[in-house]
Nanobody, 121 residues
């Protein structure tokens, strides 16, 4: 069964940092591109970042460029989202996602349960 499990969320002050992790089952992780989405209350889900299977291609939303970095460790079956210079508007539930193809588009096959990130002002 496909599983993606996020961790690393929490409460942080504006300007601070958090690193999210997403541990995947081997079958999922070897499949292709992985990404992060977020959804704040009352807002649509936003596609935040993505990384190709071997890390040679990445995508970032304009709202996080220069502050967030996505990376993956295929040996550990884990993808990370390093979030720096956090702002209150980054507050949301963050979801990890994976898919079978290698493209960076926003369509994904598998989803984690989400982890809450709250940034206080």
């Amino acid at each position: 069964q496909v599983q993606l499990v996020e961790s690393g969320g929490g409460l942080v002050q504006a300007g601070g940092s958090l690193r999210l992790s997403c541990a995947a089952s081997v079958r999922t992780f070897s499949s292709g591109t992985m990404g992060w989405f977020r959804q704040a209350p009352g807002k649509e889900r936003e596609y935040v970042a993505a990384i190709s299977r071997f890390g040679d291609n990445t995508y970032y939303a304009d709202s996080v460029k220069g502050r967030f970095t996505i990376s993956r460790d295929n040996l550990k079956n884990t993808v990370y989202l390093q979030m720096n210079k956090l702002k209150p508007e980054d507050t949301a539930v963050y979801y990890c996602a994976a898919k079978s193809d290698y493209g960076l588009g926003p369509q994904y096959d598998y989803w984690g349960q989400g982890t809450q990130v709250t940034v206080s002002s």
